[in-house]
């Protein structure tokens, strides 16, 4: 068995529950006789480049154990793409610490980094055991059911959704429509996660664009009116990179990160949700109004989904047990087992595989219409989320009449 020091970094956004899975791992392997002195990078790679790393654990059990409850990245984070003259320099950290096991929590380019940093050491002669956390509040990694932190993500859209919906119908002599943002560039698994606001036809959400569909204004103008005809005012929500048919982003946005990613709401740049509003408010002279969350989303950890944090926990347990068993070049991967009730185990997929790779929102979730979600989407969304508020509502009984 190999024997050596381990060390763990957090990449990309924050969610609810990362540190649920930082903690599974620093648990596991204080826990564990092959790895002497478990380490954590400060800052991701950026930080292991640096030779900013910490020693994980000289920290107190108690917060060890509070980390399982605790939002955002306790380690800091980055979205730093590594360059090829990067890696001799990470070579050169991992032996200086004596690394031989290296967990990356994190999404689709925290794969690939993961990635390439494996197959480097391997090339190079190096032996080290890399194993990869799933995490994105995206849920677009592909090898997997679901990502720990999308559920929690997706039940703060569809609570926000349905609190403002309330709202909004309420005040539908006020305002005749309301927009709601979320985040995940070019998936559409949270503003579908929406859709399970909706118990009543007028309940809100209306309307949801989703960025795996072209948008066209005509039709998205005509859909609002159509709306505001039967209810009164209308309910919409949209992802973030939603874009025209020739791939224009309809938020107008023009600032990537460094692996090219679209950051559609960096440096104060036009949202889509302020364009949708400008655009409704010109064709039909409503009021109304449009919402932003940005990272509330990601990590609100007062509307955490139910086993939300237990399978984070659970996969960064697993990454450990794996890496003692020798398997490198994976990722944990969550496996459903059963939807009612619902059910799950743990796999694995290739690093090889997961790297780059995106799950878009199947078209089966997607209504012909291409402006909704169907049935089968409900299904696959519910369980992640858990049961949703079910507030009042007063009945229209007229004065005098018999009520029954």
Known sequence: MLTGNAIIGQSGGSTSVINASLCGILEACLGEKAVRHTLGMRFGVEGLLAGDVIDLGRQDPAVIRALRATPSSALGSCRYKLKDADFPRILERLRQHDV?????????????????????CRASGYELIGVGVP???????????????????????????????????????????????????????????????RRDEDDAPHLILLPERPFDRQRFLAGVARCHDRYGWCSIVCGEGICTADGTPVSASSVTDKFANVEFGAMGGTSA???????IHAAYGWRGEF????????????????????????????????????????????????????????????????????????????????????????????PLIGPLPDYARLAGIVPGTDRG
């Open 100 to 120: 031989r096991y290296l967990f990356l929590i994190g999404g689709n380019d925290t794969m690939d980094t993961i990635h390439r940093i494996e197959a480097h």
């Open 291 to 382: 919402q932003v969350c940005e990272s509330l989303q990601m990590c609100a950890a007062d509307r955490a989904a139910p086993g939300d944090a237990d399978e984070a926990y659970a996969c960064g347990r697993r990454a450990v047990e794996l890496a003692a068993q020798g398997a490198s070049g994976v990722m944990v991967s969550i496996v459903r087992d059963g939807s009612v009730p619902y059910r799950w185990s743990l796999g694995t997929a290739s690093l090889a595989e997961v790297a780059l790779a995106a799950k878009p929102l199947p078209d089966e979730y997607i209504t012909a219409e291409g402006d909704y979600v169907t049935p089968a989407c409900l299904e696959y969304l519910r």
């Open 135 to 197: 995490k994105t509040v995206d849920n677009d990694l592909w090898g997997t059911d679901h990502t720990p932190g999308f559920g929690s993500a997706a039940r703060y859209v569809a609570m926000s959704v349905e609190q403002a919906g309330l709202l909004a119908r309420d005040m539908k002599r006020v305002d005749q429509y309301v927009i709601f943002q979320t985040v995940g560039r070019s998936a559409g698994w949270l503003p579908a996660a929406a859709a399970l606001a």
């Open 273 to 279: 949700a302020m364009v949708l509003h400008r655009m």
